[in-house]
C-alpha cells in the first residue's frame, strides 16, 4: 500500500526528474479507469467476480492451443468459448490455432468487452464475437465443444498474499459455482480448458464427469498453489488442464 508519506516522497524524487510529472500523470489517466471498472465490479458483483484484474496478452498458451486444436480437429466448425477473455486477446489468438471455428469471447467487464469489440472491428472477423458475461446465462445448454477458462479461477492477491485461508479474497464455493455454469454449456464429448488456476476441477463434485488429461510437454510451470473445498492452502504441484466430458 502506498500511505501518504510514502506518495508525497514519490512525488517529490518524481518532480526532479526531467518529465516524470508529466509520465506520471498519463499512466494514471490510463490505468485509473480500468480500475474504476474493477472497483465497480467488486462492488456490485462481488459473488460474480473471479480474477478482477484483466492481464492478458497474444499466443499465451501456444501448446495449450496446440494440444486443443489437435482434440478439435476431427470436428468441421467448432464452438469454442473464451471465458473471461479479458480485451479478447485470447480469442484472437485462438483463430490463428483453429481458422474455422466460431469463436465467443465473454467477460464480466464491460470496459474488457468493448475494447475486445473496438479491436474486432479494426479487424473484422464474423466468426467471433464478444459479450458480457451475464449473457452467458442465456446460451442455450450444451453449446460449445470447448470452454476455455484460463487465468480466470485464480486472483491476483491469493498469488501476493499466499494466505492460509483463501475465503475473504475468493473462496472455493465461488469456483465450484463457477464450473457448475460452465458444465452446463459444454457439450458431451466436448472439453473444459482450465489454466492459470488457484482451484482444481479434481476437488468438484463434477470430477467424475470428465476425464483429466495433463501437458506434460508443456513448458510453462505446473501450478503449485492452490485452495481445496475447505478453502484452506494447499502447494502440491499440478499438471490437470484438457477436461474431456462424458459424453
Ligand atoms: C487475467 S484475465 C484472463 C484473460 C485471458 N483468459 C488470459 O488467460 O490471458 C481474467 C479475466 O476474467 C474476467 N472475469 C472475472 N470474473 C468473471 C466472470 N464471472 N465472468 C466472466 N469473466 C470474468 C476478468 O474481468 C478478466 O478480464
Redesign the pocket.
Same mark, same amino acid.
Given at each position: 500500500m502506498v500511505t501518504a508519506d510514502r506518495s508525497d516522497l514519490l512525488r517529490r524524487i518524481a518532480a526532479r526528474i526531467p518529465g516524470a510529472m508529466g509520465a506520471g500523470r498519463a499512466m494514471r489517466r490510463l490505468i485509473a479507469p480500468d480500475l474504476r471498472a474493477i472497483g465497480k465490479l467488486r462492488r456490485e458483483q462481488p459473488g #460474480?467476480?473471479?480474477? =478482477?484484474? =484483466?492481464?492478458?496478452?497474444e499466443d499465451?498458451y501456444p501448446e495449450l492451443f496446440d494440444a486443443l486444436a489437435a482434440r478439435l480437429a476431427h470436428i468441421e466448425r467448432p464452438r469454442v468459448l473464451?471465458?473471461?477473455?479479458?480485451d479478447g486477446?485470447?480469442a484472437r489468438s485462438l483463430r490463428r490455432w483453429l481458422p474455422k471455428a466460431e469463436i465467443t469471447g /465473454?467477460? /464480466? *467487464?464491460p470496459r #474488457?468487452i468493448a475494447e475486445a469489440r473496438r479491436r474486432l472491428a479494426l479487424d473484422p472477423d464474423p466468426a467471433i464475437r464478444f459479450e458480457l458475461?451475464a449473457d452467458v446465462a442465456g446460451e442455450p445448454a450444451e453449446s460449445y465443444d470447448a470452454v476455455l477458462a484460463?487465468?480466470?479461477f485464480r486472483h491476483g492477491e491469493l498469488e501476493r498474499d499466499r494466505p492460509e485461508n483463501c475465503a475473504a479474497i475468493m473462496p472455493f464455493a465461488r469456483f465450484a459455482g463457477?464450473v457448475a455454469m460452465l458444465d452446463r454449456i459444454v457439450k458431451p464429448g466436448g472439453w473444459l480448458v482450465i489454466w *492459470?488456476s488457484h482451484f482444481r476441477l479434481a476437488d468438484t463434485p463434477l470430477a467424475p464427469a470428465y476425464a483429466a488429461q495433463t501437458l506434460p510437454w508443456s513448458e510453462s510451470a505446473p501450478m503449485v498453489l492452490h485452495y481445496g473445498p475447505d478453502d484452506r492452502r494447499s502447494e502440491q504441484a499440478y499438471a490437470e488442464v484438457l477436461f474431456r466430458k462424458d459424453g
Amino acid at each position: 500500500m502506498v500511505t501518504a508519506d510514502r506518495s508525497d516522497l514519490l512525488r517529490r524524487i518524481a518532480a526532479r526528474i526531467p518529465g516524470a510529472m508529466g509520465a506520471g500523470r498519463a499512466m494514471r489517466r490510463l490505468i485509473a479507469p480500468d480500475l474504476r471498472a474493477i472497483g465497480k465490479l467488486r462492488r456490485e458483483q462481488p459473488g #460474480a467476480l473471479f480474477q =478482477p484484474f =484483466p492481464t492478458t496478452f497474444e499466443d499465451r498458451y501456444p501448446e495449450l492451443f496446440d494440444a486443443l486444436a489437435a482434440r478439435l480437429a476431427h470436428i468441421e466448425r467448432p464452438r469454442v468459448l473464451s471465458f473471461g477473455c479479458a480485451d479478447g486477446a485470447e480469442a484472437r489468438s485462438l483463430r490463428r490455432w483453429l481458422p474455422k471455428a466460431e469463436i465467443t469471447g /465473454i467477460d /464480466i *467487464n464491460p470496459r #474488457a468487452i468493448a475494447e475486445a469489440r473496438r479491436r474486432l472491428a479494426l479487424d473484422p472477423d464474423p466468426a467471433i464475437r464478444f459479450e458480457l458475461a451475464a449473457d452467458v446465462a442465456g446460451e442455450p445448454a450444451e453449446s460449445y465443444d470447448a470452454v476455455l477458462a484460463l487465468a480466470v479461477f485464480r486472483h491476483g492477491e491469493l498469488e501476493r498474499d499466499r494466505p492460509e485461508n483463501c475465503a475473504a479474497i475468493m473462496p472455493f464455493a465461488r469456483f465450484a459455482g463457477g464450473v457448475a455454469m460452465l458444465d452446463r454449456i459444454v457439450k458431451p464429448g466436448g472439453w473444459l480448458v482450465i489454466w *492459470n488456476s488457484h482451484f482444481r476441477l479434481a476437488d468438484t463434485p463434477l470430477a467424475p464427469a470428465y476425464a483429466a488429461q495433463t501437458l506434460p510437454w508443456s513448458e510453462s510451470a505446473p501450478m503449485v498453489l492452490h485452495y481445496g473445498p475447505d478453502d484452506r492452502r494447499s502447494e502440491q504441484a499440478y499438471a490437470e488442464v484438457l477436461f474431456r466430458k462424458d459424453g
